[in-house]
Structure formats: C-alpha cells, structure tokens
C-alpha cells in the first residue's frame, strides 16, 4: 500500500522546490490514491443519518446554499433518509465539539463543508466507524476523505472575459484569508484576464471572513475608489456585486447565479453544484462500499461558468468560451510555466504544467497580483 | 394599623443574594423554554436532551470539562478585577495573547516538554499582563477608564493572531489552512482530552480566595476596590494595588490562552479566543467577584453553551443559546438590586401619623 502521508509530503516538497524537480502526480482529478482501508459496514436508508456542518448561514444564496441544495438531493435520492445540519459553525473548539455531538446523535456520514482541520480530523480520528468528508482539506485518514472543485479552470474563463471589459486592466479581489482556494483563484483570473489584456492587475482586500455581507461591501467599495473597473472575490454572497452595479462597473462571482443583484454588473460566476457527489458517496456509505475519496470535482462536474451577464458583448463571451471547451474537450491546461511570483522569482519552470496537486495547494501570489502576500 | 414598605440596605446579606442569584438562572431558563415553546419546539424534551447528552456520557463531560477551563481563566482575570473596582474588559485580548506567546514559543523553541510548557505558562502570563499594561497605567496615573481602553485593545490583539496564523506563522506543511503548524508540546491529559489547565484553573481559583480574605494585601485591595478614598487615607498603597491586580488579572487570562492553544486547540489560529474573554465578564459577575464562586458560575456557563452546542442540530442557532446567557445577566443584575431591599412592616403605635 502507498502510504498517503509520505505521498502528500511529497507533493509539498515539489511545489516548494520550485522548478525543476520531477512531478509526476496524476492529473486526473484524484489529489490522492484511494486508500486502501476496509469499507464501513452498509446502513439502511431508513436508518442512517447524515449531518452536514456548514461555515455559513443555508440561506447565504451562495457557498453553504449550494452544500444545503446538496442535502435536499440527497433526502431526495434515498426516501427515509435523516438528515442533520448545523450552520455558520466557527473555526474554533466549537466545532470540535459540535463534529463530536452529531457523532454522539449516530450519524453514519459527517460532511464537514469547509476546512476544519484539526477540529474535524481530532473527531474523525475517534470515530472509526463514522465516514467523514472535508471540503478542501487536507489532512486523509481511513475514515475522512476530501473534495474540492476544480475552480481555477472556469475562474481562468472568467478572467478572459474580466480583462476584455476592463478599459483600465485593473482587477480587484475581495479575499477571505490568504489560503489556497483563494490563491489559486486570483492567479487563474489574473492569468486569463492577460491573455486579452497583458498588462492587467490583480488588488485584493482580505476580509477575515467567507460571510461577512458588510466588510465584503467595504472592500468592494475600497477596490472601486482605488481604481479597479472589475471586481472578483469568493465571498459566499452578493455583496459587493451591489457596489459594482451602483457604481457601472463590473463583478465576477463564486458559487451561484446572482445576475439579480446586479444585472448590468454581473460578467459570470463559479458555480458549484455537489449534489451528485454527495448523492454518490451516501449512496456508497448505505451498501457498504464506502471508503474515503479524495477528490477535485472537475469543470462541469461539480463547478463551472456561469451563463454569460445580459451586458457581456458576443465576441467576449465566444472568446472565453473557446478556451472553456478546449479545456474540456482537450485537456488543455493553461498553468503552464514561466510563472513568477510576485517577488520576481520563477517558481513554476518554462514549458511545464503545474499539477492539480500543485494548483490546489496553489499558496503564493504571481506577478501582477498584489495584497495577500504579508 | 400597620403598613409595609421597602427598605434599602447597606449589603443584601449572603443567603439572600445566593438565592436572588438562583432565581435569576431559573427565571432566565423558563423565559428560554417559553419562547422555544412559542416557535414549537418542547422545552422540556431539549432540556432532557441536553442533561443526558452533557452528562451522561463520558464524551459529553470531556466536552464540558474543555469548555469550562477557558471560561475559569476568564472568570478569574475578570473577578480579580473586579475586587479594586477594575472592569477588565480585555481578558479576551489577554487571552488572545497568552495563547500568540505561548505558541511562539512552543514553535521556535526546541527543547523538552518539561522545560518548554512552564517557559510557555510564563510567557502567556506575560504577554497577558503586558497587554493590559498599557490600560493599567492610564488608568493608575491618568484616570483614564479601562472599560474602553481594555476594549479596544481586544481588536488589536485578535487581529495580530490572525496576521500571525496566515502569514509569518502559517504552518508550512501547507496541509493546513490559516493555522499554524501543530505545536511540538501540548498540555498532558488528566482525563481523557481533559488537560491539566483545569486543574491549575481550580487551585488558582483557591489560592485567589485565599489570597483574597486571608492576606492583609487582599484586604486592602478589597477596602481599595470599595472605597479608595478611605483607603488612601488609611495609608494603603491603592495605586500600587491596583496596578499589581490589573497585571495580575491580565496574566491570568493570558495563561487561560496558554493552556487553550497548548491543551485544547495545539494550533494558533484566529478566533481562538471564541468570545471566552466576554463570556469570562458574565462568570465573573454572576459569581460577584469571588473566586470560589467563578467555579460554579463557569461551570454553569460552560453547561449552558454546551447545551447550546448540543441543541444546534435541533435547529437552534448559536445566537440563541448566547441569548440565554444574555438574559441570565439581565435577571442577575435585576435580582442583584432587589436582594438590597427587604420588606419591612411599620407596626405604628395608635394616634400618631
């Protein structure tokens, strides 16, 4: 058996080596190899009880409103089914404690939707017989696997159609925290934004928060006042898509269709939709199957572009759309080195194609893009 | 002929306000239930729900155990406050502080436990103290309120620990996000994941009491804490008492975040603190500044947020259960005022008015 431990420590020691060294991680989706644990025992439909812990509020519209969405499919897809949730759980030992109590109701599934590291991984790790799931974690165990989306593919197709509508080329983020999902979405947006505008940038404002209406309004009133034309962000509401409608600009948006919020404004968004995987995995967990997975969802798998804005002219939309089915029909990737940092250094060689791996462990800003590192 | 009235007191005697205090959490509880009632749920089926989750399992009491340690740290710093007449508001920032310090040093200091968990109980103690350093001298030489000056630097503190945890301290493993690597230490067990904090917690909290209404200096922060005038007269150094126990109530919350981020979370993240340091505010008044009491009222608050916890699958949210919390305070402080008057009944001799 392939230990996972020694195989994700490798795949860090790669990315940090810079250029160069050999990667030879699979790009199929997979960040990992599927363990090679027994499968949890079946459960009768009737009988189980699935708990999902959210970071948001379910009536967000965005992010925790897609995982809810997820929920329903999954009451729908096996009658009988309970299901339990908890909303906005804070990334403290609250969350340990609240992981620990649906453990202590009987749920058979735990879906963390967010990642609570350590504070679901302490739970899971005395739970053996509970099947856990983090959304973008890390850290594997025979009972605890992971899921993300591919996002950086339909944000890079995103930013084509970002750069192409920004007269002045520059580009605002409001940030949550500087993590990987958040770095891996400037740089694919700033990166396409390029292609059609080469000298564009990249500004952002973290927030200290996924769900912070106000503050996210802020920032976006911020990016505004200091110059950007359109704003991006993955922030689990619509906030500062409202700014950008009252002032005529533009926003590209995370997890759902907000084009009501700002229907002039509105370029596309990130949606997400995990009701297919969630509907899977409980349906592996009822018949006995289950082992942990450790998956990326691909673009329209899991995550994709919105439908175009009502105000995004043809020729943007075909343009970007190009490059979205060669990605989908072809492979084709557009990670693809020199890439600098924004210090100037060369971290990913000429000619060589970041790894899924590396995208989504993606933890250092390129070129262009400014406000998140220190 | 003969009439009744109310009459104010110098002090509620102890038995009185032990009772008014009892009331009050009874009172608090029945207004929960009947307004969980109101919006359909049964009150006693979720109250029965919470006693066998919390206390009929070993899991539910490891659970209460960690949520009370933190919340004795708190209710202590505030408590020792409270007795010359400080309200430390910043035991949250404190807090927030001793756990940065701690985990400092639990990060770029090698050495065996022995020597790095007690060098880490004195760096939070420290770090906690230097943080209200800054309030405590405005306050003894320039009268200035700690109530805003603690306050506010709450904010400064929780936004240094989440700089620290997602830029220079960010775990490089990159298997972890916007924490800090897992420390090297952490506080032994004494139970299950229960940690030595609490029992350090529980003799601190006697040595206080001790301290407190056995020493001549717990004397004179108790007549400095009432009545300062009569004290300086007296010749008690208030100034120097008051400093002396602001340090002292600032190094207790910062050695509360010590053992939160070395026995409880083993990660300096943001939101560490997780409103214990206001929560510390409620148990410290609720026990009326003494630390014996502060274990009782910790624990009760440590019941009711785990209650919290373990009603939230039901569809309770979290401002809900800090709701309840909210209203015990209000009664407290109603049942408090009320504890001073006594009914008197005026037996007025026959022709006179």
Same mark, same amino acid.
């Given at each position: ?41 079946? %459960? ?90 983090? !959304? ?27 750069? $192409? ?7 605002? *983020? ?18 396409? $934004? ?9 500004? !952002? ?22 110059? !950007? ?8 509401? $619509? ?27 509105? @370029? ?63 492979? *084709? ?42 | ?57 070993? +899991? ?12 004795? *740290? ?20 404190? +807090? ?8 400092? #040093? ?9 020597? @790095? ?47 620290? =945890? ?27 994941? %229960? ?10 909290? #006697? ?25 300086? *007269?007296?010749?008690?150094? #208030? ?58 009222? $910790? ?10 916890? @373990? ?35 005026? =037996? ?6």
């Amino acid at each position: 058996m392939i230990s996972t431990k020694e195989l994700s420590r490798r795949g860090f020691l790669n990315m940090g080596a810079a250029a160069g060294a050999g990667l030879v991680l699979s790009q199929t989706g997979l960040i990992r190899p599927a363990h090679a644990a027994a499968p949890l025992a079946p %459960v009768k439909a009737e009988e189980a009880l699935i708990a999902f812990g959210h970071t948001g509020p379910t009536s967000d519209e965005g992010w925790t409103w897609a995982h809810d969405q997820g929920m329903k499919a999954v009451e729908a897809a096996f009658p009988g089914i309970k299901t339990t949730y908890v909303e906005s759980i804070p990334y403290s030992a609250d969350a340990t404690r609240i992981f620990r109590q649906f453990v202590s109701q009987g749920a058979n599934m735990v879906f963390a939707t967010s990642n609570y590291g350590d504070f679901l991984y302490d739970v899971a790790k005395r739970a053996p017989k509970v099947g856990f799931y983090e !959304c973008d974690g890390r850290n594997p165990l025979d009972n605890l696997g992971t899921y993300y989306v591919q996002h950086w593919y339909p944000t890079y197709v995103a930013g084509i159609a970002a750069g $192409a509508m920004s007269p002045t080329g520059k580009l605002g *983020y409001v940030a949550s925290f500087p993590v990987p999902s958040v770095y891996s979405g400037t740089n694919a947006f700033l990166m396409g $934004a390029r292609t059609v505008n080469p000298n564009a940038t990249l500004q !952002c404002i973290s927030i200290n928060s996924w769900f912070d209406p106000q503050a996210a309004t802020q920032a976006g009133t911020a990016l505004l006042d200091n110059g !950007c034309d359109v704003l991006f962000g993955i922030m689990d509401e $619509a906030g500062y898509l409202q700014v950008a409608q009252d002032r005529g600009k533009k926003a590209v948006m995370w997890n759902t269709d907000l084009r009501r919020y700002g229907p002039d404004a509105y @370029i596309s968004s990130i949606v997400v939709n995990f009701n297919d995987f969630y509907v899977k995995q409980v349906g592996r967990r009822l018949e006995g199957s289950w082992t942990p997975t450790y998956e990326l969802l691909p673009m329209g798998g899991g995550v994709d572009r919105d439908a175009w804005g009502a105000t995004v002219p043809a020729e943007v939309a075909a343009k970007a759309d190009a490059v979205r089915t060669k990605m989908m029909t072809e492979g *084709y990737s557009p990670f693809v080195g020199e890439i600098k940092d924004a210090k100037g250094n060369i971290k990913v060689a000429k000619g060589q194609t970041m790894t899924e791996q590396e995208l989504y462990h993606w933890n250092w800003s390129i070129e262009g893009v400014s406000g998140l590192d220190g | 002929m003969s009439t009744w009235r109310l009459q104010r007191l110098p002090a509620a005697s102890p038995l009185v306000s032990l009772s008014a205090r009892l009331i009050s959490v009874v009172l608090a509880l029945v207004t929960a239930g009947i307004i969980l009632a109101a919006t359909g749920k049964n009150p006693l089926d979720l109250g029965a729900q919470v006693i066998s989750s919390t206390f009929g399992s070993s +899991f539910g009491m490891a659970d209460l155990a960690l949520l009370f340690t933190p919340l004795l *740290y708190t209710g202590l710093a505030v408590a020792v406050g409270l007795r010359i007449g400080v309200w430390n508001i910043g035991a949250e920032g404190q +807090f927030n502080l001793g756990a940065f310090a701690a985990a400092g #040093v639990a990060l770029f200091l090698p050495g065996p436990p022995a020597l @790095i968990l007690p060098l880490m109980a004195v760096m939070g103690m420290a770090a906690g103290a230097l943080w209200i350093l800054i309030p405590t001298l405005a306050r003894a030489y320039a009268d200035v309120s700690e109530l805003i000056t603690t306050l506010l630097m709450n904010f400064v503190a929780a936004l240094l620990v989440t700089y620290v =945890a997602t830029g220079p301290w960010l775990d490089p493993s990159g298997m972890a996000l916007a924490t800090t690597a897992r420390l090297p230490v952490e506080v032994p067990a004494v139970w299950d994941i %229960v940690h030595w904090g609490l029992p350090v917690g529980l003799i601190l909290a #006697v040595l206080l009491a001790v301290a407190f209404g056995f020493t001549r200096w717990g004397y004179e922060v108790r007549i400095g804490g009432s009545n300062p005038g009569n004290a300086r *007269y007296a010749g008690m150094p #208030v100034r120097r008492h008051l400093i002396t126990v602001m340090l002292v109530s600032g190094a207790i919350a910062g050695l509360g975040g010590m053992m939160e981020v070395a026995g409880t979370v083993h990660r300096l993240q943001g939101g560490i603190s997780n409103n214990f340091g206001y929560i510390g505010i409620m148990v410290a008044v609720l026990a009326r500044a003494a630390p014996l009491g502060v274990i009782f009222t $910790a624990l009760l608050m440590a019941v009711i947020l785990n209650g919290g916890i @373990i009603l939230q699958p039901q569809g309770l949210t979290t401002q809900t259960v800090l709701a309840v919390t909210g209203l015990i305070l209000f009664y407290a402080a109603i049942g408090d005022e009320f504890a001073r008057y006594r009914l008197i009944r005026n =037996a007025k001799p026959a022709g006179t008015r």
